[in-house]
C-alpha cells in the first residue's frame, strides 16, 4: 500500500521552530519530487514549499522564503520541512505530496500522492 505520513507538528510559540518529517512506506520517493501544502479552516490549499526529484532544486512560498527549509534524504526515504521564525498565520494543517516528476511544482494537482497531514499551531 502506497502511504504518506507525515510527523513532527505541534503546538509552539511565536517565533518557535518544527521540523515536519514524510515518510513514505509502499514506495520510493527516489521517482518523486514532494510539496509540502498547507490548509487553515476557512482558506484554499497553499502551497508551501518543493523538492525536485534528486534534491537539487527547491522553491519556497514567498510567505515562507527565509524561514522555511525544505530536504530529502534518500536513505530514509523521507522528506523534512524545517520551519524557524514561526507565526501565528503558519497555523495550518500541513500536507506532504508526491508527485512522479523531476521538478517540483505548485500545482497540487500534479500531485499523485497526498498524506494525511499533522497540524501545525503557532500560539502564545
Known amino acids: 500500500q502506497l502511504q504518506l505520513v507525515e510527523s513532527g507538528g505541534g503546538l509552539v510559540q511565536p517565533g518557535g521552530s518544527l521540523r515536519l518529517s514524510c515518510a513514505a512506506s509502499?514506495?520510493?520517493?527516489?521517482?518523486?519530487?514532494i510539496g509540502w501544502f498547507r490548509q487553515s479552516p476557512g482558506n484554499e490549499r497553499e502551497a508551501v514549499s518543493c523538492?525536485?526529484?534528486?534534491?537539487?532544486?527547491?522553491n519556497n512560498a514567498d510567505s515562507v522564503k527565509g524561514r522555511f527549509t525544505i530536504s530529502r534524504d534518500h536513505s530514509k526515504n523521507t522528506v523534512y520541512l524545517q520551519m524557524n521564525s514561526l507565526k501565528p498565520e503558519d497555523t495550518a494543517v500541513y500536507s506532504c505530496?508526491?508527485?512522479?516528476?523531476?521538478?517540483?511544482?505548485?500545482?497540487?494537482?500534479?500531485?499523485?500522492?497526498w498524506g494525511q497531514g499533522t497540524q501545525v499551531t503557532v500560539s502564545s
Open positions: 523538492i525536485s526529484r534528486l534534491g537539487g532544486g527547491t
Open positions: 505530496a508526491a508527485a512522479r516528476r523531476a521538478l517540483c511544482s505548485f500545482l497540487s494537482g500534479e500531485y499523485d500522492h
Open positions: 509502499g514506495f520510493s520517493l527516489d521517482y518523486y519530487s
